[in-house]
């Protein structure tokens, strides 16, 4: 019985989407940085409500 | 003494309820109609549909809330306006019909002064054969029990994919016509959650269909946002999203019927499929409640205060145009009926000019495009503007005073991919202005620094953050009024 990988199949749906790498699926998670991007987020939506009510 | 009657208690017309009381509520009489006892966060379904929350978590009692302040809270279903009377009552009115058990059909005409429509949409299953939970063979998140349904139905799955069995889910839009394709999106990532969660991911084959053209439209004709040195589009990245966590997609669709497992559906280059599912939760479209207008002489005059769908008329430009001339001038801001100046409809009630999504037509004829959102954050914002100008009117206005066109407005999203304090995550996205505005930004109809998107746990922490602040504002506890809308 042989080990020997089997090629990934092109030309599928899943074949060209870009997939994160492990750093960025560590900073998803990654509690300090998330804190200040929650503040970052927090702020962005702030100015998205002052700029919207007339 | 005026009086305003504001049809439905949802997002949008208990915002409009809210404000109005806290301004007017003492010198003017605030009649709120809502055929349901409770209110509910409808984008925390997700979360009841999934086990992570129960009904009690996310709704409240209408009239418990309304005891405490001078709303005269009724609990009927509108049925039929007269904006200008009838042969017996001089003043306009709303026919309404009572659903409280005590007072169950019943029907009582109350007259207004201001009429604010905010009666939100009628979840038409029935436009495709075999959908939804009441006749059909799919579940839905669009109301709580709907959601605890679902819930139930997957923990059966759940049960099954332990016992070894395989079995194929299917999530998104259930006619070619839906809007909302962000619950169902919710949806998806958090049923793939909850299986890895169970440790049966490796059993089911997750799979999303849905009438965008491309994964990530929304309805909205999609989202530039600028990332990694590039501008790219929405779609790169809900694709990315779900490659990663292993589910295919389907686009350009519109499910035709639904047997008991199995989902008929027509793609945009007009061919026909089939799609074998154990369990599916597919979004209904969205239409009008069905309430007719009549005038003085009893004459039916639905079609001029609606529009075909349900959805009633306002200060919209409904010309017929091509997709090339629309323009974020078309949409409406004061959201008054142009005949009848004391009416207004807010959130999914109000008639759109057009879609945002460009209309797309399959070989056969079958329109597969998405239709407008109208929910959430802008549906608060435009209950807001016509609650202050109703207020000024009231004080004297003769003309609203308060514009929240979503030309000239932004919406935040953030959608649920797994709930955790420490390991969920959530898509933040916020664009601005909802409908592009290709006169004022030529490249991409958006600005660019309000319109991003990231993945994160912040997400996941400003989704539970904004489930409390609403839901402790909508029940109107001390400060609620410091809570942003």
């Known amino acids: 019985m042989s080990n020997k990988p089997i090629n990934r199949e092109p030309y599928q749906q899943a074949y060209y989407p870009p997939a994160p790498t492990g750093f960025t699926r560590f900073m998803r998670t990654c509690l300090l940085w998330q804190a200040v991007r929650f503040m970052v987020i927090n702020m962005k939506m702030l100015k998205l409500m002052a700029?919207?009510?007339h | 003494m005026a009086r305003v009657i504001i049809l439905g208690a949802g997002i949008s017309g208990h915002t409009a309820a809210r404000y109005l009381n806290k301004w007017v509520g003492r010198q003017h009489e605030i009649v709120v109609v809502s055929p349901n006892?409770?209110?509910?966060w409808i984008p925390s379904n997700i979360w009841v549909g999934v086990g992570h929350m129960n009904e009690e978590q996310v709704t409240f009692d209408l009239a418990e809330v309304y005891g405490k302040t001078s709303v005269d809270f009724r609990q009927a279903k509108a049925v039929s306006v007269n904006p200008k009377g009838s042969a017996e009552l001089a003043s306009p009115f709303v026919t309404v019909e009572y659903t409280r058990a005590d007072k169950a059909g019943q029907q009582e005409n109350i007259n207004y002064d201001y009429l604010i429509n905010a009666t939100g949409p009628k979840l038409n299953f029935g436009a495709t054969e075999g959908l939804g939970p009441e006749h059909g063979h799919t579940v839905s998140v669009c109301t709580a029990s709907h959601a605890i349904e679902a819930n139930h139905k997957l923990q059966e799955t759940i049960d099954a994919l332990r016992k070894d069995e395989q079995k194929t889910i299917v999530i998104g839009t259930g006619h070619g016509m839906c809007t909302c394709q962000g619950a169902a999106f919710e949806y998806i990532y958090n049923v793939d959650h909850i299986l890895r969660e169970a440790g049966v991911r490796d059993k089911a084959r997750l799979v999303w269909i849905s009438n965008e053209y491309e994964v990530g439209d929304f309805g909205m004709g999609g989202v530039h946002i600028t990332r990694g040195g590039y501008v790219t589009n929405g779609k790169t990245f809900a694709e990315s999203l779900m490659v990663e966590r292993g589910i295919e997609w389907i686009t350009r669709a519109h499910v035709k019927k639904v047997e008991a497992g199995k989902i008929h559906y027509e793609t945009l280059d007009g061919s026909f499929h089939e799609l074998e599912?154990?369990?599916?939760m597919l979004i209904p479209p969205f239409a009008g409640v069905g309430l007719k207008a009549y005038d003085k002489a009893g004459e039916d005059i639905t079609s001029q205060v609606f529009a075909p769908n349900g959805f009633m008329k306002v200060d919209a430009d409904y010309t017929a145009r091509p997709y090339e001339e629309w323009s974020a001038q078309d949409?409406?801001?004061?959201y008054q009926n142009p005949t009848w100046r004391n009416m207004f409809a807010v959130g999914i009630a109000f008639a759109p000019p057009h879609p945002i999504s460009k209309p797309m037509k399959s070989a056969n004829?079958?329109?597969?495009?998405?239709t407008p959102p109208r929910t959430g954050m802008p549906s608060a914002a435009m209950a807001k503007a016509v609650a202050m100008s109703v207020r000024d009117m009231l004080n004297g206005s003769d003309k609203p005073t308060h514009t929240a066109s979503m030309g000239e407005m932004g919406a935040a999203c953030v959608a649920s991919t797994g709930a955790d304090f420490f390991k969920g995550t959530a898509a933040t996205m916020t664009v601005y202005p909802v409908v592009p505005d290709f006169e004022k930004y030529p490249e991409y109809g958006r600005d660019m620094e309000l319109t991003f998107g990231e993945i994160?746990?912040?997400?996941?922490w400003m989704k539970y953050l904004l489930h409390h602040a609403f839901i402790y504002q909508a029940k109107l506890k001390p400060g609620w009024t410091f809570i942003p809308d």
Do not use: C, E, V
């Open chain 2, 365 to 370: 004829g079958t329109m597969i495009s998405p």
């Open chain 2, 331 to 334: 949409w409406p801001r004061t």
């Open chain 2, 37 to 40: 006892a409770k209110w509910n």
């Open chain 1, 51 to 53: 700029k919207s009510h």
């Open chain 2, 456 to 460: 994160g746990l912040a997400g996941h």
């Open chain 2, 277 to 280: 599912f154990d369990f599916s």
